[in-house]
């Protein structure tokens, strides 16, 4: 049980660790390109350091010297890995990599930890098969661990994806470099954009309109680069809330990535009255980054989060419930049902803990309302091994009125395992 002791106003400045999204790809394309790749500031959590792990399996040679990390491009064609792969808590590693796994000529197996292999894959799996890859995995191909039989080339595809989902949009136009065919997805809304901005970045023709991405004539990745990543707005998202509801409090969050298919939240912040505001702003690496100055917010309105938005603030959604509970009204949370196949069921995780906490809650199959201006009453939470659960209902524990005793978080690491350090730092004013 860790309790959370934290108590005051939090002030100061941080850069909150590297994009999650962002190190995978780099990872990977950096991988898979015909030339050398160094990453800065790539996120030494557990999920990045799983990929960059796999790829070193796949006869990649990777380079970490504590600081920069180099990869010697391999080319399109990999080596057939010794042992299965672990993508550990992994989602992003496991649905992507798979894409380039379809398109190798030779066998693999991939499985994640005890919540990864509960996780849905027919999602990637039934357009990689409709692209000619063997695909196979527990219940009908459903569940890790997976089998791959890749073939090369592919077939092309035309894919309509049922889910906003970046990391099916990812596999699909990942798989897609290994066929000359037409390949073309299209999502019914706008989900995050890493991969086509990266492939474009190498060299691939990809284009982009509306809800379609397709990609064009050259799909080989052939460039030296230096791919900067930027802080990770997801993890922000934490202390931005913290910031809004702890009085007194003042903060700076350095280098936050603002491409537009992450700041959901800060469209929420806006609408609910949080103070903040955004300076500096530049393109790093082709993507928009900036500084959020974040102070306490004595005013916040209940508001609804439903649609098209979802995707663009997806992992914000429990610590955006947190931020609901001090809200003048009732929150809205619909259309996210995709939360409840996450790390855990976040729906339930949310839900279950707030009641805990003795804020009143109403669940439904696709999202949540929330009451606010709750007094949160301490007690005992529960991640289910989700690092998201385990840092929002830290947060929470900042004011509540007794402690807050969290269950696990060493799940933490799988996205920031600095997270209490710097925390801690805001304190120490
Ligand atoms: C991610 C996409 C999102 C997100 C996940 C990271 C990515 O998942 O929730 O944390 O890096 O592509 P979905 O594509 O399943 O929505």
Known sequence: MYEVKFKGSLKGTLRVPSDKSISHRSIMLGSINDGEVVVKNFLRSEDCLNTLKAFKALGVNIEDDGSLIKIHGKGKFLKEPFDVLDMGNSGTSIRLISGILAGQPFYSVLTGDRYLRKRPMDRIAVPLRMMGATILGRENGKYPPLTIVGKNPLNGIDYKSPKASAQVKSCILLAGLFTDEEVKVTEPAKSRDHTERMLKAFGVDVKVDGLTVSLGKNRVLKADMEIDV?????????????????PGSEIVLKDVILNPTRTGILDVMEKMGVNFEIF??????????????????????????EGDIIPRLIDELPVIAVLATQAEGVTLIKDAAELRVKESDRINAVVSNLRNL???????E??????GKATLKGGEVKTFGDHRIAMSFIIAGLISSSSIYIDDIHCISTSYPGFIKDLQQFFNF
Do not use: C, Q
């Open 230 to 246: 930027p802080a990770d707005i997801s993890s922000a998202a934490f202390f931005m809330v913290a910031a809004a509801i702890v």
């Open 280 to 305: 500096n702003k530049r393109v790093v690496s082709g993507e928009e980054v900036g500084d959020i100055k974040v102070s306490y917010s004595p005013d916040l309105k209940a508001t609804v989060i």
């Open 358 to 364: 003795g804020v009143e809650v109403e669940e439904f």
């Open 366 to 371: 696709d999202g949540m309302a929330i009451k």
